[in-house]
């Protein structure tokens, strides 16, 4: 069983940057689909980015293109999200989820992490 566990969450300053990590146990992190998701105070959770196993393929939400990007280590079993042009509409809690074989969503994620704190001020 893979467990999850985000990183590198902070407070920044709107137009910083920050690089969130997921680590992962487990020796099967290669065949996971992964996927960041995050959920700001009276919202519900959303989709941020998602990557496939090989991290050849990439999804970004439309709010995020552009400024986020998403990547993965299959050596380390570790997942990343780098975040610049942070704006304050960007704080929220930002999860990490794994999905074995394929593409990892809102509803289908079969392992979540316990989430990191990202809060951008104005």
């Known amino acids: 069983q893979v467990r999850l566990v985000e990183s590198g969450g902070g407070l920044v300053q709107a137009g910083g940057s920050l690089r969130l990590s997921c680590a992962t146990s487990g020796r099967t992190f290669s065949s996971y689909f992964m996927g960041w998701f995050r959920q700001a105070p009276g919202k519900e959770r959303e989709s941020v980015a998602i990557?496939?196993?090989?991290?050849?393929?990439?999804d970004y939400a439309d709010s995020v293109k552009g400024r986020f990007t998403i990547s993965r280590d299959n050596t380390k079993n570790t997942l990343y999200l780098q975040m610049n042009s942070l704006k304050p509409e960007d704080t929220a809690v930002y999860y990490c989820a794994a999905k074995r074989d394929t593409i990892v969503t809102l509803e289908n994620a079969d392992i979540w992490g316990q989430g990191t704190q990202v809060t951008v001020s104005s």
């Open positions: 990557i496939s196993w090989s991290g050849r393929s990439t």
